[in-house]
């Protein structure tokens, strides 16, 4: 069964500055996707970044950056230059390629900005 | 484009109660997916339906049960509601080997 793991319920990180997320997998599907969704305090989910499990390079969207560790299992997401506008709840996520794609999330992280 | 909408916003619900979520999407896609969120945790999948006419159970799906009505429609009934479902469910859909699934903005469901 797959798994995801963010271990940091909460974070805080200074205006402007780069913060990390932590997010660790577990899965016996050779192929899978790793997804960051934002969950702002209006409750709306937004597509923040994906990687797959045969993509060579970590992906990148603007200010976002998944640090993709294959060998340890860790897709973790990397914001820089911090906004206010960035305080929210953080979700990993995981879908595997085969059968019906199910889509297992983490408990999530919630990230303050501090001005 | 809508996007992905849900009916209703809101809902309360005594014990016992059945009420059923609507949920459709107007991009064409053929995954189409129920997510119940509760306090301090991620989504979990209910039921997820790969194209019309056919659906699957996920993580957690007693209690409820879908209807993929055709493309653009993926509605979830709880027949006898209990308070162990309250819960903000979101439907999302998502293209054929696309990466992105879309959510929409979710049901606030309290059951007394």
């Known amino acids: 069964a797959q798994k995801i793991t963010q271990t940091q319920p909460g974070m805080f990180v200074q205006e402007k500055e780069a913060v990390t997320l932590d997010c660790t997998y577990d899965?016996?599907?050779?192929?899978?996707?790793l997804f960051w969704y934002k969950q702002p305090s209006s409750g709306e989910m937004i597509f923040l970044i994906y990687?797959?499990?045969?993509?060579?390079q970590n992906a990148t969207e603007g200010r976002y950056s998944l640090n993709f560790q294959k060998a340890r299992k860790s897709a973790n997401l990397v914001i820089s230059a911090s906004q206010l506008g960035d305080s929210a709840m953080y979700f990993c996520?995981?879908?595997?390629?085969?059968?019906?794609?199910?889509?297992?999330f983490g408990t999530g992280t919630k990230l303050q900005v501090i001005p | 484009n809508a996007g992905v909408t849900q009916t209703p916003k809101f809902q309360v619900l005594k014990t016992g109660q059945s009420m059923t979520l609507q949920c459709a999407q107007d991009?064409?896609?053929?995954?189409m997916y129920w997510y119940r969120q509760d306090p301090g945790m991620g989504l979990r999948l209910i039921y997820y339906?790969?194209?019309?006419?056919?659906?699957d159970k996920g993580e957690v799906p007693n209690g409820y049960n879908v209807s993929r009505l055709n493309k653009r429609e993926f509605s979830l009934r709880l027949e006898s509601a209990a308070p162990s479902q309250t819960s903000v469910y979101f439907c999302?859909?998502?293209?054929?080997?696309?990466?992105?699934?879309?959510f929409g903005p979710g049901t606030r469901l309290t059951v007394l």
């Open positions: 339906s790969a194209s019309e006419g056919t659906t």
């Open positions: 991009m064409n896609h053929n995954s």
């Open positions: 999302a859909s998502r293209v054929p080997g696309g990466n992105e699934q879309f």
């Open positions: 996520a995981m879908r595997e390629e085969g059968g019906y794609q199910k889509v297992t």
């Open positions: 899965t016996s599907d050779p192929s899978y996707g």
């Open positions: 990687q797959g499990s045969y993509d060579q």
